[in-house]
């Protein structure tokens, strides 16, 4: 089992930036294939960012590649999310999850089965 703790949501004006802190706990963090994603009131959860175990491999949704960025600490069993350049379509709830130990990065949400309980992140205009 591996719990999830998001921290580092807030209000910001658009072109600002946040970093989002997932920490984790539980069983050894440094093997999971991380990943972060949002849900905006209305829409459905959607991909943002993944890292490998390692840390070697990374991808990121089209709508935010270059403005963010993903790293990993496994020492600290902690993943964050660096958002640079927000837009107000960024907000929402984001939520980080942690997948298979040792599996390539992917975007499909089915395959990560650990949840933190999100932290929300508002842009305003």
């Known amino acids: 089992q591996v719990q999830l703790v998001e921290s580092g949501g807030g209000l910001v004006q658009a072109g600002g930036s946040l970093r989002l802190s997932c920490a984790a706990s539980?069983?050894?963090?440094?093997?999971?294939?991380m990943g972060w994603f949002r849900q905006a009131p209305g829409k459905e959860r959607e991909f943002v960012a993944a890292i490998s175990s390692s840390g070697d491999r990374t991808s990121y949704a089209d709508s935010v590649k270059g403005r963010f960025t993903i790293s990993r600490d496994n020492a600290k069993s902690t993943v964050y999310l660096q958002m640079n350049s927000l837009k107000p379509e960024d907000t929402a709830a984001y939520y980080c999850?942690?997948?298979?130990?040792?599996?390539?990065?992917?975007?499909?949400?089915?395959?990560?089965?650990?949840w933190g309980q999100g932290t929300q992140v508002t842009v305003s205009s």
């Open positions: 999850a942690a997948g298979p130990p040792f599996r390539p990065v992917t975007p499909n949400d089915s395959e990560y089965y650990y």
């Open positions: 539980g069983r050894t963090f440094s093997i999971y294939l």
